[in-house]
C-alpha cells in the first residue's frame, strides 16, 4: 500500500497523530524515503502549532507535516494511499461566506454538486475521496444520520455510483463516542479500487464501553 498519510484537515485534537507513531512506510513505495509522510492541515494557527509539538513530542519529526491555512485553498492535486479523518461539522449557516467558493471548487475538481442545505463535513468527505491514489483506502467519521439526510444525497449517489465505499460502522445512539458532544457518528470505509470491485457494501453495527 502506497503510505503517504492524510491525517484530518483541520486536525483540532492530536488523538489521530498518536495512534499512528509506530506507523512505518511500507519498504520499497515510493514515500518509504520521504521526509513528511505523514500529512495534516489546520487552519488554527494555534493548534497548528500544538500539533507540532504534539509530534515533536511523539519523536516524529520531520516525518510529520504540518500545513496552516484553509483546506479549501490548498491544492487538490495531492494525493494520499491512506486518509483518516474527523472532518469538522458545521451547519451550512455557520460558512455561508465561503459555501459558493467551495461548492465551485468542489464541483470543479469531482463534478459533484453539494445541496444548498449540506454540512461542512459533507464538502470535507468529498475532495478527501478524490485525494486517493489507485487502490487507497479512508476512513472518515460522519454524523450517522448522514445516511438518511437529503442534504447528502449527492455525497452518497457519488460514493456509491463510484463504487467507492466498502462499509459503514455505525454506531447506537445511546453510546456515544465522543466525550464533549452528544450526537451520532458512523465511520465510512472507502477504498479507491472500484475496477475491481463488486460494489457490495458491509454495515456493521458497532458498540462502545
Known amino acids: 500500500m502506497h503510505l503517504r498519510l492524510k491525517i484530518r484537515p483541520d486536525i483540532g485534537g492530536q488523538a489521530i497523530i498518536a495512534a499512528l507513531v509506530d506507523l512505518r512506510p511500507v519498504a520499497g513505495e515510493p514515500d518509504a524515503t520521504d521526509a513528511a509522510w505523514r500529512s495534516s492541515s489546520e487552519l488554527d ?59 465551485d471548487l468542489i464541483e470543479a475538481e469531482t463534478k459533484v454538486r453539494l445541496h444548498g442545505l449540506a454540512n461542512l463535513y459533507l464538502y470535507f468527505v468529498v475532495r478527501l475521496v478524490q485525494q486517493l491514489t489507485p487502490n487507497g483506502r479512508a476512513a472518515l467519521i460522519v454524523p450517522a444520520e448522514f445516511l438518511d439526510q437529503v442534504a447528502g444525497r449527492s455525497v452518497k449517489q457519488m460514493l456509491v455510483e463510484r463504487r467507492l465505499l466498502r462499509g459503514v460502522v455505525w454506531f447506537h445512539s445511546e453510546n456515544s463516542i465522543f466525550e464533549d458532544a452528544m450526537t451520532t457518528a458512523a465511520i465510512l470505509l472507502i477504498s479507491n479500487d472500484s475496477a475491481t470491485h463488486p460494489g457490495s457494501v458491509a454495515f456493521v453495527s458497532a458498540e462502545t464501553t
Open 45 to 103: 494557527p494555534i493548534l497548528a502549532e500544538r500539533t507540532r509539538e504534539v509530534g515533536a513530542m511523539l519523536g516524529l519529526g520531520a516525518r510529520l507535516e504540518v500545513v496552516e491555512g484553509d483546506y479549501f485553498d490548498l491544492p487538490g492535486s495531492r494525493r494520499f494511499g491512506a486518509i483518516i479523518a474527523n472532518p469538522p461539522y458545521l451547519n451550512h449557516a455557520g460558512f455561508t461566506a465561503s459555501k459558493g467558493k467551495y461548492a
